[in-house]
Each structure stands twice: as structure tokens, then as C-alpha cells.
T-cell receptor
Framework: AQSVTQPDIHITVSEGASLELRCNYSYGATPYLFWYVQSPGQGLQLLLKYFSGDTLVQGIKGFEAEFKRSQSSFNLRKPSVHWSDAAEYFCAVSASRGSARQLTFGSGTQLTVLP | NAGVMQNPRHLVRRRGQEARLRCSPMKGHSHVYWYRQLPEEGLKFMVYLQKENIIDESGMPKERFSAEFPKEGPSILRIQQVVRGDSAAYFC????????????FGPGTRLTVT
């Protein structure tokens, strides 16, 4: 069975600083990987997804993520954080390309942005 | 195009009562997923349904929980005889179910059991 680990429960960065959120997965075959963002009291919004091809994936809101098979990682990055990026971020893995399978989520990383 | 809709947004039930959570998928979506988020945790898959069929219920508790997605109307997650441990946020997602598409999430229902 697949699993996802987000080792950082809480990260604080200053506005304008760069950001990297870590995600490690466990899955025997090629995983399908996602990053979602959740604002307080809201549902989840997809930032980006990796199915195959280029290992550097561009998403919305200036986010990108890099798939590294050798490290079983799919870290999320942003070069310059904005105050509106404060939210909780979830990494997820699926066993299939299509959505017709359950997503397995990490426990999330809470991002605080200092002015 | 309206997104995934869930109601109610907040639900308070006393122990032993029933909770009914509703989810209307996005227009054109025929696949619905339910997830539960306990405090300080990530989302955990509960059940995956298509119209009139339960496809995967491997994440559903064996007792008290049931889900349906009728031919007409919203998907319903039903929790009978609620207990305090059922307090959580319940999220619904929907998709077209084709290869490569994504799941779109609703705003969730926050269930509080007193």
C-alpha cells in the first residue's frame, strides 16, 4: 500500500523568502503525485500534479515541484512567498493515472508567512 | 460552472443521533469520493462511488457508516448512532473518471458530536 510522509508539521517563512515543503512517498510502482492547498475552513485546491514525463512540474500560483525517484520525493517549491500563501499544504499519491482510485494524503504542513 | 457543493457546512449532533451529509458533484462528474479529516491529520479515504454503485469502500468503518449516490440527487454519507470520535471534517470530491483527470474537492462538512 502507498503512503506519504510530510516531515515538517509547521514551517514559518518571511514574505519574499523562498519555500520548500518536503514530501516523501512509498509506493512500489510509478506513483502519481499531487500537491493540494487548504485554506482555513475551505476545501482542497490542486496546485500541481505529476503523472509522467518532465520531473519538474509547474503549477498554479507560482509553485513547482520536482519528482526524484531515487529519493522517493516530490518536494514543493516557490521562489518568493506571498502572505496569501499561508495555508496548509498536503502531498498525495495515487496508485493510478486516472482519478478512479483513492488518494493517500500526508498529514500536511502548515505554512505561516511573516510580514 | 458551480464547483462541488456540500451541505450542511456545519452539523452538530448529540451522541446516538444520525448524521446525513450531502454532496453534489460538479456538473458532468459522475464519480464521487468521500474523505474524512480528523483534527491535526490529513485526509483519509473512505469510499468511492459512481452513480448507483459503490466501487471501493475499503476506507469505510464497518459499522454505522454508509454511502450512496443515487441516479438522481446528491451523494449521501450517513452516520448512524454518532459517537464523539466521529467529530471531523468530511470532504467530498468529484471527477469525470477519465484517465488523467483530477478530483475536485468541496468545502467540507464539519461534524461536531456533543
Amino acid at each position: 500500500a502507498q503512503s506519504v510522509t510530510q516531515p515538517d508539521i509547521h514551517i514559518t517563512v518571511s514574505e519574499g523568502a523562498s519555500l520548500e515543503l518536503r514530501c516523501n512517498y512509498s509506493y512500489g510502482a510509478t506513483p502519481y503525485l499531487f500537491w493540494y492547498v487548504q485554506s482555513p475552513g475551505q476545501g482542497l485546491q490542486l496546485l500541481l500534479k505529476y503523472f509522467s514525463g518532465d520531473t519538474l512540474v509547474q503549477g498554479i500560483k507560482g509553485f513547482e515541484a520536482e519528482f526524484k525517484r531515487s529519493q522517493s520525493s516530490f518536494n514543493l517549491r516557490k521562489p518568493s512567498v506571498h502572505w496569501s500563501d499561508a495555508a496548509e499544504y498536503f502531498c498525495a499519491v495515487s496508485a493510478s493515472r486516472g482519478s478512479a482510485r483513492q488518494l493517500t494524503f500526508g498529514s500536511g504542513t502548515q505554512l505561516t508567512v511573516l510580514p | 460552472n458551480a464547483g462541488v457543493m456540500q451541505n450542511p457546512r456545519h452539523l452538530v449532533r448529540r451522541r446516538g443521533q444520525e448524521a446525513r451529509l450531502r454532496c453534489s458533484p460538479m456538473k458532468g462528474h459522475s464519480h464521487v469520493y468521500w474523505y474524512r479529516q480528523l483534527p491535526e491529520e490529513g485526509l483519509k479515504f473512505m469510499v468511492y462511488l459512481q452513480k448507483e454503485n459503490i466501487i471501493d469502500e475499503s476506507g469505510m468503518p464497518k459499522e454505522r457508516f454508509s454511502a450512496e449516490f443515487p441516479k438522481e440527487g446528491p451523494s449521501i454519507l450517513r452516520i448512524q448512532q454518532v459517537v464523539r470520535g466521529d467529530s471531523a471534517a468530511y470532504f467530498c470530491a468529484s471527477s469525470q473518471g477519465i484517465s488523467g483527470d483530477e478530483q475536485y474537492f468541496g468545502p467540507g462538512t464539519r461534524l461536531t458530536v456533543t
